[in-house]
């Protein structure tokens, strides 16, 4: 592994780990009723989501880092 691998691995993780923060702030409760079915259901949906958001932000910062 190369230091731009690296690297690529640790910018997609700390996305995905500042995203999980800020997706975290979502009260889901006002959205989804609060069984436990559904609380584990708005859980499983925030972790998707900050995937998502997370590979989105890394993928941008990575495309403005290496073309500029």
Same mark, same amino acid.
């Given at each position: 592994? *190369? ?11 700390? $996305? ?8 975290s702030? /979502?009260?889901?409760s006002?959205?989804?009723? *609060?069984?436990? $079915?559904?609380?584990?259901?708005? =859980?499983?949906? /925030? ?11 890394? =993928? ?9």
């Amino acid at each position: 592994m *190369n230091v731009r691998e690296i690297m690529r691995i640790a910018l997609h993780f700390a $996305s995905f780990g500042f995203c999980f923060y800020a997706l975290s702030g /979502l009260d889901l409760s006002k959205i989804m009723l *609060n069984t436990p $079915s559904r609380l584990a259901k708005g =859980q499983t949906l /925030l972790m998707l989501a900050s995937l998502g958001l997370g590979y989105l932000v890394a =993928q941008f910062i990575l495309a403005i880092m290496y073309n500029l």
